[in-house]
């Protein structure tokens, strides 16, 4: 790496290696049974140069031709954007702790009990069902130094398992679903099995909803398919100085119910999304983004935020291997005080949603979305009475958490990016067949 | 001779030495170059470079994978696949008969994208970015652009050694146009296998979407219910993907007998009219090939005809599971996947119908334009419209915001009523399956005309 920075640096101003390193394992069953094991080695080298004012970049797997490196960043950096920011200088990063070496010691055979653990409950609950189930380990380093003298390394370690069903009878399919990440090995498979038990219960019979206007519960999981993408397009920091975020200058303002907190934050011990610094080396911090419904923050990398005349909120993330770009860590969303049941009881006529499919396909930018209840429930005076289906369920995020009457108090991590509590929400269009 | 047909020579050696029901190899080196704008400036350009490789072992019906791009020590990555398939088998392998290939497949691009300079591409993106912003009243713009060009070598314990190349081109178009705190997008995006000259001279079409983008800031959303609904080539397309493509992906089928029920060929899936197809062996299209990722040939392949399901797409080893032939659609987005079941060019055969006709006699219905994505579980799908307009008493009315659709593949089908007689493919975007996205595809149909679809709105 030092060699690729030392070449880069005899024709560029500034240069920046960002070097990634893998191993990961994973064993997999198809229909109950086991049926892959795989592992994948993997590295990637990145370089960043600012020649002439501006940004090139280039990268590559191999460690070997750091010159090819060099003249690919060189040829992009004739058209590249004028550079607004320097490379950190060296700088003291928070301790996070992200890398657990127990993960090692866990063997492919305690991997394959993992999944059949997740998969045993779940086939008794329901013996027809036909499951697939992934349980994965990996580590990752991550080494950055660039030509102001800044350095920063870390490992992660993270632990994954998962477990999807389906159930179908005739044409009629049902899909449940539920998995966990941690940074430590995760020994227990219950909590994981008991999630789908519990879809699986709801799901035993069948309900239709009336068209029109309903009142729906967001699941965690609901509030991942449903919610969030347009909340993390809004707070990018980039996307607000386009003056595409609908939220974009209204910073200081109440947007959003006053019930509703939101923050970014990768500095939680032991979370998949949490690093001691981002893919720029900006240390890690954790940023507010809604207090009291109010716009407090927007994400930032250095690029952006030196366009926007702010600091790097630490949120430059290199998504595809590209250049860096703001994206949250983990959005965290704060837990309330009501309790599920408390919410259902409440409810006349309206809809319990896990899985909105298709919801992100819409105006992202603007806030609609629009999908077919995958997995969702009826609630017919303050129970849950069966599953939903053929059913559409469309909205604009702005006007969903505008009113919101209650936020649970039982908050969970979905997909290692979001922690999020039940959101009780007074009305939707809901559209059926 | 490069680095990859080194190592692939080695590897056909080493392979021999090992004991599998089957042993597989694919040796992959790439390039690849993008350019992004964002607003009126380059946000972005850039170029990479990788070599990367994965063994595949089967035994006993358990499968090993391993990939790596740190090329030290092969017979140890070989040995680790075959000890991880050791480990997963539990009953006999099946995998479906097919001869073993020596091939080294020509290259049939004039032009690879990638070795066009960064000069001409970034002129035409300068141009395309200047017919947007010659509309007034856009907020911003995005333009992505990105090409690749790669060389492959898949190898097997069969004997087979094939040397491929492909090639890629993508772009994608998307203008912002905002009204206080309305916030309104139109997009398009296009492909092609490796063609450069296909994305030209699409000034006019970029034009358009510009406009479109300011009138949607103003256009109303539809009544959400049951609609007949029109559907374009375009959109259509993406229909037949989401709605019916992806159940007839065999793996999905294979070790599932209420499926296998349900998916039992001769049932009827819709109108004698309809016929889809999936065909890797038509050349030029994104998801064109001569050979798929298990070295099996491409094939044309009638997923429905004359409404009638009468074949699937399959891998080896669901070909073998269901005893059918194989149908050469194994894929893997990257050497560092194993294959699996995926579609190629999948498209509705052209009926007879004009445009006229499909909307003659429709008094309120919906006409869907464009792409903006698409999903499925199966039985149910989603697809959005970047573009939709009003029919009403035959003739297309006001426009509209972008509309999602949903639908049951189990009666939506039944319900496509009418079948135009212009048949375009779409080479936009791309295709996902786990985590294997974007994997390079083309859809297509004439204009379609579905009653009783269920429209999200209002």
Same mark, same amino acid.
């Not at chain 1, 936020?407 to 997909?415: D, F, L, M, T, Y």
């Not at chain 2, 400036?41 to 070599?51: C, F, M, N, Q, R």
């Given at each position: ?17 960002f070097a990634v390193t893998s191993e990961e394992t ?62 950190p200088?060296p700088a003291s990063y928070p301790e996070i702790e992200v890398l657990d070496p127990d993960i090692e010691s866990v063997s492919?055979?305690d991997m394959?009990?993992l ?20 349980v994965t380990k990996s580590l990752v380093s991550v080494h950055i130094i660039?030509?102001?003298?800044g350095q920063a390394n870390y490992r992660i370690t993270i632990f994954s398992l998962g ?16 998995s966990q990440s941690s940074c430590h090995p995760l020994p227990d498979?219950?909590v994981v ?34 919610? @969030? ?17 609908? @939220? ?15 923050w970014d934050d990768p500095t939680i011990a032991y979370r998949p999304g949490s690093r001691p610094c981002d893919d720029e080396g900006v240390p890690s911090r954790r940023t507010p983004? @809604? ?8 994400l ?12 790097s909120t630490g949120n430059g993330s290199r ?8 994206s949250p860590s983990a959005f965290i969303v704060a837990p ?75 908050p969970k991590w979905v997909g290692g990016f979001l922690s999020t ?13 | ?230 559907? #374009? ?24 007998? *209420? ?26 299209? *994104? ?17 429905? *005809? ?24 194994? *894929? ?19 009926? /007879? ?63 496509? #009523?009418?079948?135009?007689? #212009? ?21 297509? /149909? ?13």
């Amino acid at each position: 790496m030092e060699d690729i920075l030392a070449q880069a640096k005899r024709v560029a101003e500034e240069a920046e290696v960002f070097a990634v390193t893998s191993e990961e394992t994973s064993v997999q069953f198809e229909a109950n049974r086991l049926k892959h094991i795989q592992s994948k080695q993997s590295t990637s080298i990145a370089l960043r140069i600012v020649r002439q004012g501006k940004i090139g970049y280039s990268a590559s797997t191999r460690l070997d031709d750091s010159q090819d490196l060099v003249n690919m960043a060189v040829e992009t950096a004739q058209f590249g954007m004028p550079a607004r920011f320097e490379f950190p200088s060296p700088a003291s990063y928070p301790e996070i702790e992200v890398l657990d070496p127990d993960i090692e010691s866990v063997s492919i055979d305690d991997m394959i009990k993992l999944g059949e653990e997740l998969i045993a409950p779940v086939t008794s609950h329901t013996p027809d069902i036909l499951c697939e189930a992934q349980v994965t380990k990996s580590l990752v380093s991550v080494h950055i130094i660039n030509s102001r003298g800044g350095q920063a390394n870390y490992r992660i370690t993270i632990f994954s398992l998962g477990v999807e069903g389906s159930l179908i009878r005739d044409t009629d399919m049902l899909f449940v679903g539920e998995s966990q990440s941690s940074c430590h090995p995760l020994p227990d498979s219950r909590v994981v099995a008991e999630v789908v038990l519990w879809q699986l219960e709801l799901a035993e019979n069948r309900a239709s909803v009336s068209s029109g206007s309903l009142p729906v519960i967001f699941t965690p999981n609901g509030v991942a398919s449903t919610l @969030i993408s347009p909340l993390m397009t809004a707070f990018n920091g980039k996307l607000v100085l386009q003056g595409a975020s609908p @939220i974009g200058n209204k910073l200081g303002q109440p947007v959003f119910d006053e019930k509703l907190w939101l923050w970014d934050d990768p500095t939680i011990a032991y979370r998949p999304g949490s690093r001691p610094c981002d893919d720029e080396g900006v240390p890690s911090r954790r940023t507010p983004l @809604i207090e009291q419904g109010t716009i407090v923050n927007f994400l930032y990398d250095l690029q952006t935020a030196a366009l926007a005349r702010t600091q790097s909120t630490g949120n430059g993330s290199r998504n595809r291997g590209g250049l860096p770009t703001p994206s949250p860590s983990a959005f965290i969303v704060a837990p309330g005080s009501t309790t599920l049941d408390e919410m259902v009881r409440d409810m006349k006529e309206g809809l319990v949603i896990e899985h909105l499919m298709g919801a992100e396909q819409g105006n992202i930018l603007g806030g609609d979305f629009s999908g077919n209840v995958l997995l969702g429930y009826k609630v017919e005076n303050g129970k849950i009475v069966g599953r939903v289906k053929d059913t559409m369920v469309s909205g604009n995020v702005y006007q969903v958490l505008k009113q919101i009457i209650a936020i649970g108090n039982e908050p969970k991590w979905v997909g290692g990016f979001l922690s999020t509590p039940h959101l009780y929400c007074p009305s939707l269009s809901v559209a059926s067949k | 001779m490069t680095q990859i047909e080194v190592i692939g020579r080695q590897l056909a050696e080493v392979i021999k030495s090992y004991s599998a029901d089957y042993i597989e190899a694919r040796l992959e080196q790439s390039r690849t170059s993008h350019i992004t704008y964002r607003g009126r400036e380059l946000e972005s350009i850039g170029k990479t470079s990788a070599v990367g490789g994965n063994i595949r072992a089967l035994v006993r019906s358990g499968w090993g994978f391993v990939s790596f791009n740190d090329f030290d020590d092969l017979p140890g990555r070989v040995e680790l696949a075959v000890n991880q398939a050791q480990f997963a088998g539990n009953r006999a392998s099946q995998l479906a008969q097919v001869e073993p290939v020596v091939d080294i497949v020509p290259w049939d691009i004039d032009r690879s994208p990638v070795t066009i300079p960064l000069a001409e591409k970034k002129r035409l993106l300068d141009e395309y970015n200047g017919v947007i912003w010659r509309t007034p009243k856009l907020q911003t713009s995005i333009i992505g652009y990105g090409d690749s060009h790669k060389k492959v070598i898949f190898l097997n314990s069969s004997g087979s050694y094939i040397e491929q190349e492909r090639a890629d081109v993508t772009l994608r178009l998307t203008a912002v146009a905002t009204e206080g705190s309305e916030v309104q997008q139109a997009g398009f995006s296009l492909g092609s296998k490796g063609d450069f000259s296909q994305i030209q001279g699409l000034h006019h079409q970029v034009e358009q979407m510009s406009q479109r983008a300011m009138e949607l800031i103003s256009a109303p959303q539809v009544k959400g219910g049951e609609y007949t609904v029109v559907l #374009d080539p375009v959109l259509a397309g993406v229909f037949v993907h989401e709605a019916f493509g992806h159940l007839s992906e065999s793996d999905f089928v294979y070790e599932n007998d *209420r499926l296998r029920q349900i998916m039992t060929l001769g049932r009827k899936f819709g109108s004698t009219e309809l016929n889809i197809v999936d065909s890797a062996a038509v050349p030029g299209l *994104r998801g064109s090939y001569k050979y798929d990722d298990e070295g099996v040939p491409a094939t044309k392949t009638y997923l429905i *005809r004359e409404g009638k399901l009468v074949g699937r797409l399959h891998s080896r080893e669901t070909a073998a599971k269901m005893k059918e032939k194989p149908t050469g659609n194994a *894929r893997a987005v990257s050497y560092r996947y194993p294959p699996i079941v995926r579609m190629t060019n999948t498209y509705i055969e052209p009926g /007879s119908a004009s445009f006229d006709d499909i909307i003659g006699d429709i008094k309120e219905g919906v006409y869907a334009k464009n792409w903006y994505g698409g999903t499925t579980s199966m039985e149910m799908f989603t697809f959005s419209a970047g573009e939709a307009y009003m029919i009403r008493n035959g003739k297309l009315a006001e426009m509209l915001r972008p509309v999602v659709l949903t639908g049951n593949v189990f009666t939506t089908l039944n319900n496509i #009523d009418a079948i135009g007689n #212009d048949l375009e493919m779409n080479q936009g975007g791309g295709c996902g399956k786990g985590e294997q996205v974007p994997l390079p595809v083309a859809n297509g /149909s004439p204009h379609i005309r579905i009653r009783h679809c269920l429209v999200g709105g209002k």
